[in-house]
């Protein structure tokens, strides 16, 4: 499997797996206009993990895009752990996806300017629809945040919990620093000051405490996952695995 | 959440501006708790098609509309008014949209 391979991998299985989550509440959300923001997300985000499975499987050459989302096994992922987590309350979603969709930003803000001329377009195509992305979940998060008591608690309680995922968005292991040596991929710990800043900037405004540094969950890019995956993954791989050939 | 939601949203007017230079039309209404959530519901749920190019909130509480009771008063008496229209003039050749 080349580097560049799973790097573009990694990338597409975020928004797959982040995508199948926003579309968990398609039909659920808290208003119409919610519900229709949340299902437009989880579309964008399709998308874009569409974009980054077509050009996997233009490298790998044998595999399809519909093989790479759908016929691959859970430790086969490479999706940070904090897009696997469950939906939880409508404040949870808020959380997990504020503190994806700043990595988000910053990480395809980098990207842009890859030597990989496919992986940079794909980034420019992205980041529009990420900025989105970023300004619907941070102002949510202010909105709950500085909200009412409970709604505070709730988002509150949510950060406290999502927070071990987020040390995983600065790591960097051999294929990282190989894909950012060719000039072609980011450097994660390099962001990490900005995203910081944008956190805490943001925090301040929701009145929410930011958590203190302490276990961090680690293991995605190895393929090693939360209880949650394998639940999402045979929702979402039921059909085109029983039925191989159905078509739409 | 959904209780408080509808407690403390408002329905706002939707309005689309199709092109720059054009008029912005009213497309509808979308319930919403403060200004930036009217805008961007608004965005999701009429600019998915690519419609427009500026959005206008208006909170509906805010339109001051006429009354149908006063539609004698108000409407009536441009009826016999023809000469409001101006099909006294010769158009000139080859004008169109007058």
């Known amino acids: 499997m080349s580097n560049l391979f799973k790097y573009t991998l990694r990338i597409a299985d975020r928004s797959l797996i982040l995508g199948q989550r926003m579309s968990e509440w398609c039909s659920k959300g808290p208003t119409l206009e919610e519900d229709i923001a949340m299902s437009n997300i989880a579309l964008d985000l399709f998308g874009q993990a569409n974009g980054f499975y077509e050009y996997a499987a233009q490298i790998d050459g044998k595999k399809s895009t519909d093989d790479l989302a ?111 040596d060719l000039e ?65 | 959440m959904k209780l408080e939601m509808a407690e403390n949203a408002t329905v706002w007017e939707v309005f689309i501006q199709s092109k720059n230079g054009l008029a912005h039309k009213h497309v509808g209404n979308v319930h919403a708790s403060d200004k930036i959530m009217a805008l961007e519901n608004a965005r999701e749920l009429y600019t998915r098609r690519n419609e427009g190019s500026c959005i206008w909130v208006v909170k509906s509480s805010e339109i001051v509309s006429s009354e149908t009771e006063d539609n004698e008063a108000f409407f009536d008496p441009s009826n016999d008014k023809i000469y409001r229209h101006p099909t006294f003039y010769t158009m000139p050749e080859g004008s169109k949209h007058i």
């Open chain 1, 70 to 180: 759908f016929k691959r096994n859970e430790r086969e992922f490479f999706n940070h752990q904090l897009s696997e987590q469950e939906n939880g309350n409508f404040g949870t979603t808020t959380v997990r996806n504020f503190l994806h969709d700043t990595f988000n930003f910053l990480f395809y803000t980098e990207l842009i300017s890859s030597k990989d001329e496919t992986l940079a377009a794909l980034a420019a195509k992205s980041i529009k629809e990420v900025k989105y992305h970023l300004r619907h979940s941070t102002n949510w998060l202010i909105r709950l945040g500085d909200g009412t008591e409970e709604s505070n608690l709730k988002v509150q309680k949510a950060l406290d919990f999502l927070w071990q995922y987020t040390g995983e968005f600065f790591e960097m292991d051999e294929i990282d620093y190989e894909i950012l």
């Open chain 1, 184 to 248: 072609i991929g980011v450097d994660n710990k390099k962001i990490k000051e900005k995203w910081d800043k944008m956190i805490n900037n943001s925090l301040k405004e929701a009145k929410l405490k930011r958590p203190v540094d302490g276990y961090m969950a680690t293991g995605s890019k190895k393929g090693i996952h939360t209880e949650h995956l394998g639940f999402l993954l045979a929702e979402m791989q039921f059909l085109p695995r029983a039925y191989p050939n159905a078509k739409w």
